[in-house]
Structures are given as structure tokens and as C-alpha cells.
């Protein structure tokens, strides 16, 4: 039996406004996927969607989409999520930094 992947480098997460969606979480296993738009997971205020094998998922994860899917039902903020966001027209991914007090 495959055990849950355990990801030795820390999940990419970004969260985007769309029109359709309001925001998107998206969870990515590297910077390569994410540039590409290409996550495991992802959370809208329309449910969590899984786009790889399930074994292939970090433990905890559907956890945390299935957490964000329902703060984005109650209309919740959820950029406090993010790890990462990317410039504007452009693939940059930027990491965010956490807030100094």
C-alpha cells in the first residue's frame, strides 16, 4: 500500500480573484506547476477540486482545501493562506514574506 505523499519541500499556495469563482486557493507541489497553473488541489466557493492521485496528496491538505471551501461559502478573506503570488501579466511568482512586528 502507497503511503500519503509527505512533500520534503513545503506547498506553493496562491489565491487569485476570478469572476466566475470569486477567490481560488490553489495548492502546487513547485514553483515549475504553479507558473504553469497546474495545482493538485484547489478550493472556490464551489467546492475543493482534486486534480491529482490521491496518494500524490501531503497529508492534512484536503483538510485544509475542505477548511477554505467553507470560509469562501461564509464570504471570507482567505489571502492569509497564500504563500506566493504572481505579478501581474507575468509568471513571477513571488514569495510573500510574513508581516514583521
Known sequence: MTEPAKNPEPLIVTVTAT????????????EFSAK???SIVSASRNGV??????H?????LLD????????LQRREDVKH???H???FLSDDLVPIQPARD
Open 19 to 30: 469572476i466566475t469563482d470569486g477567490q481560488v486557493v490553489r495548492w502546487f507541489t513547485s
Open 36 to 38: 504553469r497553473v497546474n
Open 49 to 54: 477540486h482534486i486534480d491529482a492521485w490521491l
Open 56 to 60: 500524490e496528496i501531503p497529508e492534512g
Open 64 to 71: 485544509k482545501a475542505r477548511d477554505a471551501w467553507h470560509a
Open 81 to 83: 493562506l497564500a504563500t
Open 85 to 87: 503570488y504572481s505579478r
